[in-house]
T-cell receptor, first 114, second 111 residues
Framework: DAGVIQSPRHEVTEMGQEVTLRCKPISGHNSLFWYRQTMMRGLELLIYFNNNVPIDDSGMPEDRFSAKMPNASFSTLKIQPSEPRDSAVYFC????????????FGSGTRLTVV | GQQVMQIPQYQHVQEGEDFTTYCNSSTTLSNIQWYKQRPGGHPVFLIQLVKSGEVKKQKRLTFQFGEAKKNSSLHITATQTTDVGTYFCAVASGGSYIPTFGRGTSLIVHP
């Protein structure tokens, strides 16, 4: 299994531009999570999906952030317009069986907004 | 949301010394998971604890869940340079299985 696959690995963009982060979860995992990691705030849960349905998006910072999961093998996190304070590492993670076997994280996307 | 405190924030040790990180919650937990993140890497699942007083071992790593299910510890015996990284606990409580991550303990091992 290739694990959770995220793209791009690095993204540098100018303030005001739209950014789209992509994630392919592990096949067979029915839950998908988007996390943001910064030095100031640590690992924050932004949103999670169960069986492709968004369950809790209370961690999404504001309306500039949106996430979709059109099918079981693909999810996107979009920031529009991006701001410098959005600079962080964004992780996607997936799990099965309510996470009893742990959450498998992707390698992350390091986003820099200048 | 669920509040969890993890201490210490940083720990420097000489190779061969032991290391312990603690995770504390004010509420009773359903379970606790531990993850390791190498510098520049992503969190990797180590283990899950569910039962009160549970102790699990993985080679030089010992994980313990408190009797009251409000705290946990990760102990590494005789650290090696390969143990360098940040160790996170992730806790779930109430009816939710969604974990809240602690801020992590960064372990620095000096050869």
């Amino acid at each position: 299994d290739a694990g959770v696959i995220q793209s791009p690995r690095h993204e540098v963009t100018e303030m005001g531009q739209e950014v789209t982060l992509r994630c392919k979860p592990i096949s067979g995992h029915n839950s998908l999570f988007w996390y943001r990691q910064t030095m100031m705030r640590g690992l924050e849960l932004l949103i999670y999906f169960n069986n492709n349905v968004p369950i809790d998006d209370s961690g999404m910072p504001e309306d500039r952030f949106s996430a979709k999961m059109p099918n079981a093998s693909f999810s996107t996190l979009k920031i529009q317009p991006s701001e410098p304070r959005d600079s962080a590492v964004y992780f996607c993670a997936s799990s099965s069986d309510r996470g009893n076997y742990g959450y498998t994280f992707g390698s992350g996307t390091r986003l820099t907004v200048v | 949301g669920q509040q969890v405190m993890q201490i210490p924030q940083y720990q420097h040790v000489q190779e061969g010394e032991d290391f312990t990180t603690y995770c504390n919650s004010s509420t009773t937990l359903s379970n606790i998971q531990w993850y390791k993140q190498r510098p520049g890497g992503h969190p990797v699942f180590l283990i899950q604890l569910v039962k009160s007083g549970e102790v699990k071992k993985q080679k030089r790593l010992t994980f313990q869940f408190g009797e009251a299910k409000k705290n946990s510890s990760l102990h590494i015996t005789a650290t090696q340079t390969t143990d360098v990284g940040t160790y996170f606990c992730a806790v779930a409580s109430g009816g939710s299985y969604i974990p809240t991550f602690g801020r992590g303990t960064s372990l620095i091992v000096h050869p």
